[in-house]
């Protein structure tokens, strides 16, 4: 039995006309193994007698990250600091507007994840900055760590 999996490249297997309960087991297993593996194809409809042809966008698509956000951020200590700052004490609109503005594919979410911890640490950012005490942790919420007016907290 033959799979193939691209113009160049094909799987055999060869069965043997009579095999024990105990090849038998070990033939299976390595059916499911290979099921497992070649679950994530396609498998196209042209099913000859003794072929299986996987289509051939599935098995040449290459996944890809998305690094211009991060070195955006990473070139623009600016917009990092306006990005914090309307994160901050703006409101959600007003940050979805500022990521559309920059062509940012950023969540809400992905503003307190390891990466941005990071990149604060990268640009020195400092909380007065972007108008807090301190940034905020599960612990103290932003509510009570922004600047109101002169330095001083609404709750001191």
């Known amino acids: 039995m033959k799979i193939r999996l691209s113009k160049d490249e094909v799987y055999e297997i060869k069965l043997p006309d009579e095999i024990d309960i105990i090849e038998f087991q070990g033939l299976v297993e390595k059916f ?3 099921m497992k593996n ?4 396609n498998i196209s409809d042209n099913i000859n007698d003794n072929e299986i042809v996987l289509t051939k966008e599935i098995t040449n698509q290459k996944k890809s990250h998305d690094k211009a956000k991060w ?3 990473k070139n623009n200590r600016d917009k990092f ?3 914090f700052n309307i994160y901050y004490n703006k409101s959600n609109e007003e940050f979805e507007k500022f990521l559309r503005d920059n062509n940012l594919n950023f969540g809400r979410k992905d503003m307190s994840c390891g990466a941005m911890i990071r990149f604060k640490e990268f640009h020195k950012l400092i909380p007065v900055e972007v108008g807090l005490i301190k940034f905020p942790n599960k612990h103290e919420q932003i509510k009570d760590l922004r600047i109101i007016e002169k330095g001083v907290n609404k709750n001191e």
């Open 71 to 73: 070195n955006f951020i």
């Open 32 to 34: 499911n193994f290979l």
């Open 81 to 83: 600091v306006e990005m």
């Open 38 to 41: 070649f679950q994530r194809f």
